[in-house]
């Protein structure tokens, strides 16, 4: 081939060399080692040490911000105990902190005012309620089981898997409430009612039923709407703008105080029955 066209031939490439060679140096090391760099910086980044909780330091925030909900030694009240070893929302100590961080609506309010080293500080704590001793119930689980039963318990209430669920479930009450909140709430149930626990009775006009009437458990609400659950697990949503008439009963529930209607023992052995579905899990 003579030389002329062999020179031609490669003239595209000489360009694109010269081109390559005409990037500016610095450009040139910034674009060949710039992911690396951005790979080593995040690596970095994966490798920053996490807070380290300081239990002590976290126990007068738990004792001033959150005992007044979970109880000073974690035992429970208005929130669930908190002195057992496993947390069903917070299995390990990052979820336990998001947990406190985002709070668990409704019930459970968010820790804004709180700092990162500080919420490290309650979980830490919290950690060591897990730790203590689990308290003794007198009563007889086996009999309480026979006094669950001939109560009439299961018409409202699920136990392992069986029952109505009109009421709270009642298969892990043992492990999320004390012993004394649990005989609390079966002497004498409108002292402790769950938060946002409403009763409500409906009168629907003419148009929707001919001025039915319905009672139960307030399942949602909003401005325009009401969704409620009647005794034998019907729901139901109404327009309120369809309802003749809109009752909320508040502090009021279906369930008896068996104060009045159980035997101390009969009532010892029931708190037995029902706690120790802790030692069950």
Not at 64 to 83: M, T
Not at 153 to 159: F, K, N, Q
Not at 187 to 214: C, H
Not at 261 to 266: F, T, Y
Request: hydrophobic share 40%; net charge positive.
């Amino acid at each position: 081939m003579p030389i002329a066209k062999l020179l031609k031939n490669l003239a595209p490439f000489q360009i694109s060399i010269r081109r390559v060679l005409l990037i500016p140096f610095p450009f040139f090391v910034a674009m060949t080692l710039g992911g690396r760099t951005q790979a080593q910086d995040t690596a970095g980044a994966k490798q920053a040490p996490a807070i380290l909780g300081d239990a002590a330091a976290g126990k007068s925030i738990y004792e001033r911000y959150c005992s007044p909900c979970h109880g000073i030694g974690g035992g429970g009240g208005k929130g669930p105990r908190l002195n057992r070893a496993r947390l069903p929302h917070a299995q390990d100590d990052n979820e336990l902190r998001a947990v406190i961080t985002n709070g668990i609506p409704p019930g459970m309010p968010d820790a804004w005012y709180l700092t990162n080293e500080e919420i490290a500080n309650v979980a830490a704590h919290i950690r060591t309620l897990g730790k203590t001793p689990q308290e003794k119930v007198p009563g007889d689980s086996k009999r309480g089981a026979a006094v669950y039963a001939r109560s009439g318990c299961a018409g409202c209430h699920i136990y392992a898997g069986k029952g109505v669920g009109f009421g709270p479930e009642l298969t892990d009450v043992g492990d999320r409430r004390n012993a004394t909140y649990i005989q609390k709430a079966i002497r004498n149930p409108s002292s402790a009612l769950p938060e946002g626990f409403l009763m409500v009775t409906v009168v629907t006009n003419a148009a929707q039923g001919a001025g039915q009437k319905i009672q139960g458990i307030r399942l949602n609400e909003d401005t325009f709407t009401i969704q409620i659950k009647d005794a034998g697990g019907h729901i139901y949503s109404f327009r309120k703008s369809d309802l003749k008439d809109l009752q909320k009963e508040t502090g009021q529930t279906p369930m008896p105080a068996f104060e009045k209607v159980l035997q101390a023992e009969d009532l010892q052995d029931l708190v037995a029955f029902l706690v120790d579905s802790r030692v069950a899990q």
